[in-house]
């Protein structure tokens, strides 16, 4: 059973830098991609960043794209979101989620297993 735990999200205030970590066990973590979604108060959950299983390839949407960074280490089975320059709009809860695709989705349907969520909250 493949498990998703992400952590590391709280309230900072706008102009600050945050760190998100995803721990996944159960599976074979370096056959997986892997990607960060977030569910914000006015949209429906959206993609927001995914990497490839050997982190050589990742892509954002593009209001982050500047701002954060996914990056990977499959010694420790944890993916990471590095955001910088927050915003109150990055307010939401981040889920992490893992694919047995080859490619990094950005489709969410894509996405085989997801975590509880962590709650960032950005104040202006």
């Known amino acids: 059973q493949v498990r998703v735990v992400e952590s590391g999200g709280r309230l900072v205030q706008a102009g600050a830098s945050l760190r998100l970590s995803c721990v996944v066990s159960?599976?074979?973590?370096?056959?997986?991609?892997l990607g960060w979604c977030r569910q914000t108060p006015l949209k429906e959950r959206e993609f927001v960043a995914s990497?490839?299983?050997?982190?050589?390839?990742?892509d954002y949407l593009d209001s982050v794209k500047s701002r954060f960074t996914i990056s990977r280490d499959n010694t420790k089975n944890t993916v990471f979101l590095e955001m910088h320059s927050l915003k109150p709009e990055d307010t939401g809860v981040y889920y992490c989620?893992?694919?047995?695709?080859?490619?990094?989705?950005?489709?969410?349907?894509?996405?085989?297993?997801w975590g509880q969520g962590t709650r960032v909250t950005v104040s202006s």
């Open positions: 989620a893992a694919s047995v695709s080859s490619h990094p989705p950005r489709d969410l349907v894509e996405y085989d297993h």
């Open positions: 990497i490839s299983w050997s982190g050589g390839s990742t």
């Open positions: 159960g599976r074979t973590f370096s056959d997986l991609t």
